[in-house]
């Protein structure tokens, strides 16, 4: 007998990346701050290793009444005008004609797991990349679904063969396909796909649409750092107009990044498909689940979503440019002295992470194990390791993938 539902599973979550926070922080204690590298952090930190929270943000927040603060929001899909503005924010630049909604939810990790519960059934099976943030499996996990993985890359291109064999493994069990894409830039790997990797990727879901209803999970969790401008940034989404009407899009957004308000958690899921049906179907479910589920998100996180992107947006843009910036040096600094030094990575474009590459996971445990002998704290992930130059001082990335690139070398 337990007090737990029958299909819990007991075994306790064990947050790996938090453990190497930890000991990394230990490190740096004995050792002091100069000795230690702390790749592991996966925010915004400035040159001073401080973390980074936007003057332009905050100082606003800061000076929201406090009634508003305390007060819930309009209503539990979210204030319609942080609504409005998400869907402005997002789509900025592009031209779609789609029918479209937007739900509030609890940062991006909220409108991602609400999109698996909305699209999938219990003992369905959802399609995930093999290199990807972990809590995409948890989540489906814990909803009792399960999971197929496709390979990120051919070569130094996304790698759709390999999608389009997971969707095969799955179509035939299923009426509903749900795919999980984390782009532009890609957590781990920095990757972002290209105009015509989107459009041949559109045309793979549209030929699986004649068969089985099609739903692609973007997470565009650190769009707003990419290397292009806005408008170049978001220029991919107007390929989904392209979509055939078996097709439907969420969009999930996380003002954790675009705002460096990791902790003040605010997102949104938006809706994209042909039919207005379609979506306010899935706007309905969502509604509930919100209610059933969180309830509120925080008032005071969308009023200041709102002012940030319309009229503080000058100066928040500005603001931000510089950490965009600072972080292209930091991971060109890094990529070209990984080139010199022969040491391995996943192809990468842009964003707040890079990957070295260690297919063989027993390599990759040693690689690990051994950088922290070190003094050098990093992420394992699936067939590699993620460097967080997010967060890296540009002192500390000079010379580090040399650094790394030896140790490779002893392990293997």
């Known amino acids: 007998m337990s007090f737990t539902r029958k299909s819990a599973d007991l075994t306790p979550i064990v947050d790996t990346v938090f453990a190497i926070v930890e000991k990394a922080k230990e490190d740096k204690k004995i050792n002091g ?15 001073s290793a401080q973390l ?11 000076a929201i009444d406090h009634r508003s603060k305390a007060a819930y929001a ?12 998400v869907y402005d924010w ?5 031209k779609l004609n789609l029918a479209h909604s937007v739900i509030a939810t609890p940062g991006g990790s909220g409108a991602v797991s609400i999109g698996f519960t909305t699209f999938l059934d219990e003992g369905e099976t959802a399609i995930l990349p093999e290199i990807a943030w972990g809590s995409y499996k ?14 990120n890359f051919d070569g130094d291109h996304f790698n759709l063969p390999s999608l389009k064999e997971a969707i095969d493994s799955v179509k035939d069990r299923q009426d509903r396909i749900v795919i999980v894409l984390n782009d532009p830039c890609q957590n781990p790997t920095g990757y972002t796909l290209s105009h015509a990797e989107w459009k041949e990727l559109i045309a793979c879901l549209n030929e699986v649409s004649k068969t089985n209803h099609v739903i692609l999970i973007n997470d565009i969790a650190y769009f707003d750092y990419a290397y292009e401008s806005m408008e170049e940034a978001r220029s991919y989404m107007n390929y989904f107009n392209d979509i055939s009407e078996n097709v439907m899009i969420e969009v999930c957004f996380s003002c954790s990044k675009t705002l460096t308000s990791y902790g003040l958690r605010c997102g949104a899921a938006l809706v994209l498909a042909k039919n207005q049906k379609d979506v306010r179907e899935v706007e309905i479910i969502m509604e509930k689940k919100a209610r059933a589920t969180w309830s509120n998100i925080p008032n005071a996180a969308m009023k200041n979503f709102v ?8 100066l928040f843009l500005k603001e931000k440019a510089e950490y965009v910036a600072l972080i292209r040096e930091r991971s060109s600094l890094f990529l070209k002295e990984a080139d010199e030094a022969g040491l391995p990575y996943y192809p990468y474009k842009e964003g707040f992470f890079v990957t070295i590459k260690v297919e063989d996971n027993k390599v990759r445990d040693a690689f690990h194990n051994a950088l922290m002998a070190h003094h050098i704290y990093t992420v394992e992930v699936n067939h590699g390791i993620r460097v967080a130059v997010c967060s890296l001082p540009l002192k500390k ?16």
Not at 90 to 94: A, D, E, F, Q, R
Not at 138 to 151: I, R, S, T
Not at 307 to 314: C, I, K, M, N, S
Request: net charge negative; aromatic share 12%.
């Open 33 to 47: 701050d100069d000795a230690v590298i702390d790749a592991t952090i996966g925010s915004l930190y400035d040159e």
């Open 52 to 62: 980074v929270a936007y003057d332009t943000v905050f100082d606003h927040y800061d």
């Open 74 to 85: 309009v209503s539990f899909t979210g204030n319609p005008d942080f609504r409005r503005e």
């Open 90 to 94: 997002v789509t900025y630049g592009t």
């Open 138 to 151: 948890l989540m489906v996990h814990e909803n009792n679904m399960k999971a197929v993985f496709y390979k």
């Open 307 to 314: 002012w940030a992107v319309t009229d503080g947006r000058d």
């Open 397 to 412: 990335v000079k010379g580090l993938a040399a650094k790394m690139k030896q140790i490779l070398d002893s392990v293997q």
